[in-house]
């Protein structure tokens, strides 16, 4: 194999892996951090994620 497939075989099996742990770690970021913020004032994130808070080991009260 030429060095130019190569590196373009490495960037595409890279390229999925960044996506995935760019959205797992948004996922863990609102999980862990958002109070409300988001749904301007309404509980409603924090009330689907607080079992998922707890779960992880993030305090929430």
């Known amino acids: 194999m030429s ?4 590196a373009v075989r490495a960037r595409s099996e890279v390229l999925p892996a ?3 742990m760019l959205a797992l ?5 609102l999980v862990s951090f958002e109070q409300g913020v988001l749904t301007a ?5 924090h009330e689907l ?3 998922a808070r ?8």
């Open 3 to 6: 060095d130019v497939s190569v």
């Open 18 to 20: 960044a996506l995935w």
């Open 25 to 29: 770690s948004a996922v863990i970021a």
């Open 41 to 45: 004032g309404s509980p409603v994130l």
């Open 49 to 51: 994620f607080h079992d």
């Open 54 to 61: 707890h779960l992880l080991g993030f305090p929430c009260h």
